[in-house]
């Protein structure tokens, strides 16, 4: 059984078809992971927004707390801002992924 300290990360990566998302535990450990269509030609920030609400009650549901989001992109990233500048397969022009 787990402890309510138990923490995880929420781990997510984006593409041009699909964003993938998994539920990491402190150990290293996947524990629940998911594959969604990326949405590429309608908001695909709206997509990744989504999948983290999901993979967060997921993570709930298994008995850990997420403390952080980490998100992979492809394309132009500035990484101090979390904003992405480009990314032409996603139609991401200045999207401010962090926020």
Do not use: W
């Amino acid at each position: 059984m787990t402890q309510p300290e138990d923490r995880c990360v929420l781990a997510v990566d984006v593409g041009g078809t699909t964003i993938k998302g998994a539920v990491v535990d402190e150990d290293g450990r996947f524990r629940h992971s998911l594959v969604v269509p990326s949405q590429a030609d309608d908001d695909p920030v709206k997509a990744v927004r989504s999948l983290c609400l999901r993979l967060r009650d997921d993570a709930l549901a298994l008995g850990v707390t997420p403390a952080a989001i980490g998100v992979v992109t492809p394309g132009i990233v500035d990484e101090v801002d979390g904003v992405v500048r480009y990314a032409a397969n996603l139609r991401f022009r200045d999207v401010p992924l962090r926020a």
